[in-house]
T-cell receptor, first 109, second 118 residues
């Protein structure tokens, strides 16, 4: 079956750096997405990786290794507003999105 | 950028009644829209894919007679929860994408509709 694993919850300190990992086993691969979802709100797009390597966008970076079925989202200079759930999603061979359960990130002062 | 409008944002209804949720793409045409359901502390669960001008494609385990989807135009899809029961209480989110599925197309989500069935 298809599966996406990410930690359920993480805690970090304001101003620090945190890395949220995502591993996947899917039938084919056509890209990996990271979305941010604040409590009670809809997800918003953060990043997209289809080739191996690091994609940097401001304080957020996303890394992909297709051979390892692994990605991470790196958040730098954490701010309180970064407290949210971070969803990893993979597009499979049928171009269907498979969603992870999300990682709840708690930022402490 | 692409904007998807969804309403109502929240609704409370009595058991046995039907509730309609609308999803509109405001500045682009969406031939395909997606309906998700999300229970507390869980991930998004795809319910169905709504295709303009044709029948929706439902995911396994989703009752098509209970969750009626209509995609009447390129900018509007509706989800009707028929004869709602308390177990249908959830956060319903629609989304749409621009372009074809093989591209790096980002989903744009509506704000979601929180349904509470008493």
């Amino acid at each position: 079956g298809q599966n996406i694993d990410q930690p359920t919850e993480m805690t970090a300190t304001e101003g620090a750096i945190v890395q949220i990992n995502c591993t996947y086993q899917t039938s084919g691969f056509n890209g990996l997405f990271w979305y941010q979802q604040h409590a009670g709100e809809a997800p918003t797009f953060l990043s997209y990786n289809v080739l191996d390597g690091l994609e940097e966008k401001g304080r957020f970076s996303s890394f992909l290794s297709r051979s390892k079925g692994y990605s991470y989202l790196l958040l730098k200079e954490l701010q309180m507003k970064d407290s949210a759930s971070y969803l990893c999603a993979v597009k499979d061979s049928n171009y269907q999105l498979i969603w992870g359960a999300g990682t709840k990130l708690i930022i402490k002062p | 950028g692409a904007v998807v409008s969804q309403h109502p944002s929240w609704v409370i209804c009595k058991s046995g009644t039907s509730v309609k949720i609308e999803c509109r793409s405001l500045d682009f045409q969406a031939t395909t829209m997606f309906w998700y359901r999300q229970f507390p502390k869980q991930s998004l669960m795809l319910m169905a894919t709504s295709n303009e001008g044709s029948k929706a494609t439902y995911e396994q385990g989703v009752e098509k007679d209970k969750f009626l989807i209509n995609h009447a135009s390129l900018t509007l899809s509706t989800l009707t929860v028929t004869s709602a029961h308390p177990e249908d209480s959830s956060f319903y989110i629609c989304s749409a994408r621009m372009g074809n599925p093989s591209g790096a197309n980002v989903l744009t989500f509506g704000a979601g509709s929180r349904l509470t069935v008493l």
